[in-house]
């Protein structure tokens, strides 16, 4: 249907530390699977969307991003052309993506597995300042987590989106969301937000097997995590081979 949008807004690459999945590969699976929209959202880094950016093929528009872990969780930062800093409150990153004209939405934000920023009921002043909250993540595992974070979205008056948060090429587009518009820049993205359907896939429990193998063998090629200096503890930040 002319106008219609089929986007996937989080999605990993091998940039990542915990996927080995190529962003030529990544690309190709999301064409063949009928996206036209793919956000790459790597771990604290950039350079695996640019790739997958300059690799996509006819039809299929990628928008550069970051999963970007700040001091209180993590948020989903779009349309940026230079990686934000992890680490930082999460204000301070909001207002870093701001700067370069781009979005930002608040992933898996009730899973008590990952760095996810809602399950502190102090932080639910951000939701004034972000654009959308993962309603559905295909990667949650049990409880009801997606259930709250669909119903944070209705109660502040956000999109709910869904995505498939893909680690690897079999989960790319596994959930996404349906626009009417053109969501190829920040406007045109916020616009289309405005209404949406989502399609509710979930990832295999077997698929997610993989993670910890690709961390095991990123390990092996020095893209690792580092430690957040201001904590001493192990942080969420990728440094080795882009």
């Known amino acids: 249907m002319p106008g219609r949008a089929y986007i996937d ?31 790459i959202t790597d771990h604290d880094r950039i350079d695996g969307a640019l790739r997958a950016r300059d690799a996509a093929p006819s039809g299929l528009a990628v928008i550069v991003g970051e999963e970007v872990r700040t001091a209180e969780g993590d948020l989903v930062c779009l349309f940026i052309e230079r990686p934000v800093p992890p680490h930082r409150p999460a204000a301070e990153t909001i207002a870093a993506v701001r700067e370069q004209g781009g979005l930002v939405g608040i992933p898996h934000p009730f899973d008590r597995f990952r760095g996810s920023l809602l399950r502190d009921a102090r932080l639910e002043g951000l939701a004034g300042q972000v654009d959308w909250v993962e309603a559905h993540n295909a990667r949650v595992v049990g409880g009801s987590a997606n259930e709250r974070a669909a119903a944070f979205a209705r109660d502040h008056g956000l999109p709910g989106v869904a995505v498939s948060d893909a680690h690897s090429t079999v989960e790319v587009g596994v959930a996404y969301t349906i626009l009417e518009g053109d969501p190829s820049t920040p406007a045109g993205l916020l616009a289309a937000l405005s209404a949406i359907d989502v399609i509710a896939g979930r990832a295999s429990y077997y698929v997610r097997l993989i993670t910890p193998v690709a961390k095991g063998v990123n390990r092996l090629r020095g893209n690792v995590r580092v430690r957040d200096p201001g904590s001493g503890s192990a942080a969420d930040t990728e440094v080795g081979r882009p």
């Open 9 to 39: 807004l989080h999605c990993h690459t091998g940039a990542s530390f915990d996927s080995l999945a190529d962003p030529r590969a990544v690309v190709r699976a999301a064409a063949a699977r009928g996206l036209t929209h793919l956000a």
